[in-house]
């Protein structure tokens, strides 16, 4: 069974660093990796999806890497900004035509001014 | 832009009654989830469809159950609300490419 490992759970940063959040899981065999972003009280909203095939996703400050055959993901934020406070979720799709999506418990990230 | 929408934000029953949660997706996706989510166990599936009037059991689908008429519409409910199923509850749908889209959340409150 798939499971998704997300350390440290909780981060706290001063604004304009770079900083890097983990994810690993333990079965390799994985279809995409998902990183997600969640506000207090708020849905999942979705910030990159890495395919199999791929090793690394950019949108803006954010890249994401996919190390299948060490089980691993990071999230890299640049420049980090008060704004990006928030709670960091990974979640592994297991298997082409699986629903088996498994989430990590997230990494809460405080950025401070 | 994608969305899913879920029709009530804040909800607060009474034990025992009975509990609607509908969530509405524009993107003509053909798989859509439930999920709850508690402090300290995460994310959980609690059902799940792959098309119109198909479900799947998730991995805690006791006490709720689904139904999905249309496409676009995969509602979830309580047919009687328990106090250990006051949680904040998800929906979301995915694409062909397996991206999942989340809606803001029904945070539910059983008294």
């Known amino acids: 069974k798939q499971e998704v490992t997300q350390i440290p759970a909780a981060l706290s940063v001063p604004e304009g660093e770079n900083l890097v959040l983990n994810c690993s899981f333990t079965?390799?065999?994985?279809?995409?990796l998902q990183w997600f972003r969640q506000d207090p009280g708020k849905g999942l909203t979705s910030l990159l999806l890495i395919q199999s095939s791929q090793r690394e996703q950019t949108s803006g400050r954010l890249n994401a890497s996919l190390d299948k055959s060490s089980g691993r993901s990071t999230l890299y934020i640049a420049a980090s900004q008060p704004g990006d406070s928030a709670t960091y979720l990974c979640?592994?799709?297991?298997?082409?035509?699986?629903?088996?999506?498994?989430f990590g418990k997230g990494t809460k990230l405080s950025v401070i001014p | 832009d994608v969305k899913v929408t879920q029709s009530s934000r804040y909800l607060v029953k009474r034990t025992g009654e009975k509990v609607f949660l509908e969530c509405v997706q524009d993107m003509d996706h053909e798989n859509m989830f439930w999920y709850r989510q508690d402090p300290g166990l995460g994310l959980r599936l609690i059902y799940f469809?792959?098309?119109?009037?198909?479900?799947e059991k998730g991995d805690i689908p006791e006490g709720y159950s689904v139904s999905r008429e249309k496409k676009e519409r995969f509602s979830l409910i309580l047919e009687s609300a328990s106090t250990n199923q006051t949680s904040m509850y998800l929906c979301?749908?995915?694409?062909?490419?397996?991206?999942?889209?989340f809606g803001e959340g029904s945070r539910l409150t059983v008294l």
């Open positions: 979301a749908s995915s694409s062909l490419t397996g991206e999942l889209f």
């Open positions: 079965d390799s065999a994985i279809y995409n």
């Open positions: 979640a592994a799709l297991s298997g082409a035509g699986s629903y088996q999506l498994t």
């Open positions: 469809s792959y098309d119109v009037k198909m479900k």
